[in-house]
């Protein structure tokens, strides 16, 4: 049983299910809890491996125990009492044989002071200090014994756990799952012993019960090997999934589509440039790609203003000249009418009509629109995610383009997959300015083919990036006068607000009112996500036409916006922004033959990151050396929004520091699947099978 299918159709992220019935020794309460860590199954308990250990297989001497090392104490209770001195606290003198220490507890149970009563025997776990009555531990754990109760023999496993889930209850089920469940490994012997790694039931007793010869700390370092024999698993899990996902694709039926070179070639003819290399090559592979009767699955990867449109151009046009549709999705109202202007200027002299698709059209037209793309009438049309909506049919569908992917999530590119015919796949192009780190790459998106524009257009003048304070706000107002009087156009974006929209739009307001004010020769429009679209679309169509000199603008400009001619961009509170918004933002100047420049505005004081990523933006031009600045600076997860990306989580790998790891388990899936496929479906039962249910989802 081949499991995962597609990553695409399994967001790990995905609501949970309802509660989990649970299994034998695991009711349906208990079952609901544990859903909650993630584990649906015994074998999720088995892979549910501690954060960290506790040493209590031995016991230290009161008067041996050094100050601010956790250390393991069994001591008689000398008294128990409730001391409402200050705050009202739990304190409990103790001894052992060679000295005495007092235990406070501001938060405490009537029962733990029953439990801990004078006489009674406790061994206590914790961090002793100075106190101003002499030795103390401020809430240490504490367990009552009977005299001679043997010490346990392996290090404590501290487990990741939710509210309601005692550590000593994790345990025990862990344990149980652990002798109840036996694990094979499924590497094979000689690779195992080539790479010092222990077998994997090793492995996994090892890290769940240490015996008290290794060290607590040794244990924690995820470099050990013990560590390393799970984190190649869990890759190799991944990479087993991805490419099975990437061959079941291959498998499915697309409408082939030869490049016939009648449409695209007037195309090219017509546009007012020529390719660059990079989009020549890219287009062939597309090209290529399309003509196969099994459906792409193409990441078009280029940095902003890397010309990735007229690709998409190309690639529709090919579509059409098969008599097929193409649709083109793009994120946002403003980008999908930039596109569908742009398209429509380049196609209408071809006698290609485009049909236009979003939220903002009035029913009437829309429906007409609707109409026509379910008759075939039009071929190629362009829209947000109104493309994706229910009355729209595309009975020809045949390729599919989305604009900066990353914004969308999985189950909007699956509806666009769902649009078409039945018993086929359309081809997806994906695209995006975000470059994708070598390991991200090999991992995350190791079920894409790639292509990359790694070539900007000629005649592109670099942008100058300057970090400005504050405080000299009029000057850079000048600048703005100036650039604008020269015939340039600027974009003055406004702080990002996360807390609050309503704040956000106050200050793009205030921005906007500034500026009219200090700037009374030109002509200021203001966008934002609140304008309704005919609005926005307007003000857009007057800066496009130079009416409108200085746009400001939240970051509903961020992605796409294409306007030659502004050579200023002017960032408030540039320090707010991630690194790769800053980029983004950057990136809409340098588009013409002007010299651009960029200038962040900073408010002090500046946070650590605030500061690496002001720095990182300043130094730095290329968005693959950005991307891996973003990358360090917040890590994987969030870098590429992988929770949408639809590709399991690792939960103990780390695609940075275990690179090499990666890599191989690369390699390893490969010939597992060729080799030993029964061993292949154990692998990703094991890591995704409890989550099977969210993996249909
Ligand atoms: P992005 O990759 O960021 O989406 P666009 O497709 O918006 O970039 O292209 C940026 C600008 O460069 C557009 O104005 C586009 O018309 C222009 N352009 C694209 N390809 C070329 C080329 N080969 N030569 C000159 N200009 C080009
Ligand atoms: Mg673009």
Known sequence: MPVPVEPAAAPPAAPRKPAQRGWPGVGPQLAERLAKLDIFAPADLILHLPLRYEDETRLTRLADARPGVPVQCEVEVQSCEITHGGR???????????????????????????QMAAGARLRIFGELRDGFFGAEMIHPRVRPVAAGEPLPESLTPIYPTTAGMAQSALRKLIGGALRHNPVHDDLPETLRQRLHLPSLPDALRLLHAPPPSVSALDMEDRGHPAW???????????????????????????????????????????????????????????????????????????????????????????????GRQAVLMAPTEILAEQHYRKLSDWLAPLGIEVAWLSGSRRKKEREATVARLAGGQVLLAVGTHALI??????????????????????????ALREKGQAGESPHMLMMSATPIPRTLAMSYYADLDVSVLDELPPGRTPIVTKLI???????????????????????????????????QLKTAEESFEMLSAALPELTIGLVHGRLKND????????????????????????????????????????????????????????????????????????????????????????????AREDLRIRGPGEFIGARQSGVPLLRYADLEADAPLVELARDLAESTLRDAPQLADEVTRRWFGGRASLLKA
Not at 93 to 100: K, L, M, P, Q, V
Not at 470 to 491: F, M, N, P, S, T
Not at 587 to 598: A, F, I, L, W
């Open 88 to 114: 009202r606290q739990l304190v409990v003198r103790a001894t052992d044989a060679s000295g005495e220490v007092m235990l406070r507890f501001v938060h405490f149970y009537p029962n733990q002071q029953k």
């Open 228 to 322: 390393q024999r799970i984190k190649l698993d869990e890759l190799l899990a991944q990479q087993i999934s991805l490419r099975r996902a990437y061959a079941a694709r291959r498998a499915k039926n697309a409408p082939a589509l030869p490049l016939h070179d009648t449409l695209t070639r007037s195309l090219l003819e017509q546009l007012p440039f020529a390719l660059t290399g990079a989009q020549s090559r890219a287009f062939a592979e597309i090209a290529r790609d399309l003509a196969s009767p099994h459906p792409m699955q193409r990441l078009l990867q280029g940095d902003v203003g890397s010309g990735k449109t007229c690709v998409a151009a190309l690639a529709m046009l090919q579509a059409a000249e098969n």
């Open 389 to 414: 909506e229910d009355p729209v049919a595309l009975p020809l569908l045949a390729l599919a383009v989305v604009d900066e992917q990353h914004r969308f999530g999985v189950r909007q590119r699956l």
């Open 469 to 503: 304070k504050d405080e000299r706000r009029d000057e850079v107002i000048q600048r703005v006068r100036d650039a604008c009087l020269q015939g340039r156009q600027a974009y003055w974006v406004c702080p990002l607000i996360e807390e609050s929209e309503a704040l």
């Open 535 to 626: 609005q926005k679309s307007a003000t857009m169509a007057a800066f496009i036409a130079n009416q409108v000199q200085v746009l400001v603008a939240t970051t509903v400009i961020e992605v796409g916006v294409d306007v030659p001619n502004a050579s200023l961009m002017v960032i408030e509170h540039a320090e707010r922004f991630g690194l790769a918004q800053l980029h983004q933002l950057r990136g809409r100047v340098g588009r013409g033959v002007h010299e651009s420049v960029c200038i962040l505005l900073f408010a002090q004081p500046l946070s650590q990151t605030g500061r690496e990523r002001l720095k990182a933006i300043y130094e730095h031009t290329d968005g693959f050396v950005i």
